[in-house]
């Protein structure tokens, strides 16, 4: 899935041991520039490693500044770092990583304006430090979502774009202009505040028309590495959610295997909110694949065991995953060489961006063909495809999940409350009330 390239034979040298270190089983390949300090020399060699079949980083020293201005006519799916170290030999091997990280993040989250839309590039002049690993971005796509922000901080315009930053902080760009800054808290409401700016409404078609060669660029990454890494796979298995993530995933499983190879596993709770699994199955008989229902008993639970929470009493994880491997290991009994394709991406958390891109499972090879794609990206990618968002993300939600869940925070309780559909889906759904009295939040009447 990456490709690092580097100048000369001993910056590569310095890179293998920093990635043998830090990036064990991930595959990644070094390259150089044939030891080229000049743009003119370096261009044709860098155009034989940008194949489209891999994210390329490009590290440069101080010294090999020049080679900085290939960048300008690379595609999407390559970013140049340039250190702060005469060569990048000279970077301690932590220090190596940490650049190598902040390119990747570069690829998923630079963000810039063209005139009447976004545009997902790090060739795009970057609306904020791009750079920063804990960010990810996404767009307040739908009426109901941008409701929910203008109540918060008033007007934002049509499809605004959010910038989730460090501990619940969010920006809100609409157009080329930062307009406000919200506060999504694990516990209690959310608040926001304006900052200024005029709204202005980027057109969705615009949007989807802008970024279309990024999409593409992504597109032929992630169907190369499921390709490649799942040669020979007989079954496909895709855990689903009814997320976005899950979703995406399940997409390209099928364009990359084929549908009559692919099976969506879901998970049913009994606590799940209903627009979840009514997505699953109308994303199942579009793509046309197999959609396999597990319970796992968190309903049944409840009463004896309480509401989860954070931490160790969130009891109902160890439900889900084991349904989900019992769901699994049942599947691929007829299987010989199965493959599980998961939506994982880096920006979710740390924890899943340590984790490499194929790694072995309990029943097969695991897969994770989104680990580099923003939650804008992941948004688009299903608009283009015409399968579509789940309708809790036009009405505002982030994330997805159970109504009894411990990790939806301040701002889906914004939504919730506020979204007369939701509430009038949800009447009555067992433990709701003493739910939202555990948020310190009064249940609708």
């Not at 044709?44 to 010294?63: I, K, M, P, S």
């Not at 020049?66 to 770092?81: C, G, I, Q, Y």
């Not at 009447?116 to 796509?141: E, H």
């Not at 619940?168 to 800054?181: F, K, M, N, T």
């Amino acid at each position: 899935m990456y490709r690092v390239v580097v100048r000369a034979k001993k910056d590569a040298d310095a890179a293998r041991a920093m990635l043998s270190r830090y990036y064990s089983g991930w595959g990644v390949e070094v390259a150089t520039l044939g030891g080229a300090r000049e743009p003119g020399r370096a261009v044709e060699r860098l155009a034989e490693l940008v194949d489209g079949t891999r994210y390329v980083l490009v590290l440069l020293g101080r010294g090999d500044s020049a080679l900085a201005e290939l960048a300008a006519s690379a595609p999407p799916t390559v970013v140049f770092r340039s250190l702060k170290y005469a060569k990048v030999r000279n970077a301690r091997l932590a220090a190596l990583r940490a650049e190598l990280e902040r390119a990747r993040a570069a690829l998923r989250n630079c963000v810039g304006w063209a005139g009447s839309a976004y545009l997902l590039s790090p060739r795009a002049i970057p609306l904020f430090d791009c750079w920063d690993p804990a960010y990810d971005v996404f767009f307040g796509l739908g009426d109901g979502f941008r409701a929910r922000l203008e109540e918060l901080v008033g007007p934002v315009g049509r499809n605004p774009l959010l910038v989730r930053m460090r501990a619940g902080l969010h920006e809100v760009y609409s157009g080329p202009s930062l307009v406000a800054r919200l506060r999504f808290p694990d516990e209690g409401l959310p608040s926001g505040e304006r900052v200024g700016g005029e709204p202005v409404d980027v057109e969705l078609g615009e949007l989807l028309k802008a970024n279309e060669a990024v999409v593409d660029a992504h597109e032929r990454v992630s169907l190369a590495f499921l390709r490649e890494r799942g040669a020979g796979a007989d079954e496909v298995f895709v855990p689903v959610s009814g997320g976005k993530d899950s979703s995406a995933a399940l997409a390209l499983a099928v364009k990359a295997f084929g549908a009559k190879r692919v099976t969506a596993v879901y998970v049913d709770t009994g606590v799940d909110f209903p627009q979840n699994p009514e997505y699953v199955e109308r994303l199942a008989a579009k793509l046309g694949v197999r959609l396999e229902v597990a319970r796992a008993p968190v309903l049944e639970e409840l009463p004896s065991r309480g509401l989860p929470t954070h931490g160790a009493g969130r009891w109902c994880t160890g439900l889900k995953l084991e349904a989900l491997r019992s769901a699994l290991r049942r599947l691929a009994q007829t299987a010989s060489e199965p493959v599980v394709v998961v939506g994982d991406r880096d920006a979710e958390s740390e924890s899943r961006s340590r984790r490499p891109p194929a790694r072995r499972g309990e029943v097969g090879l695991e897969l994770a063909p989104l680990k580099q794609w923003s939650a804008a990206l992941v948004q688009l990618y299903l608009l283009r495809e015409g399968v579509g968002l789940n309708p809790l993300y036009l009405s505002g939600f982030y994330r997805l999940g159970c109504y009894v869940c411990p990790a939806l925070r301040g701002w889906e309780l914004h939504v919730m409350l506020r979204d007369r559909a939701i509430l009038e889906r949800l009447r009555g759904a067992p433990f709701l009330d003493e739910f939202l009295r555990s948020k310190g939040v009064r249940p609708p009447a």
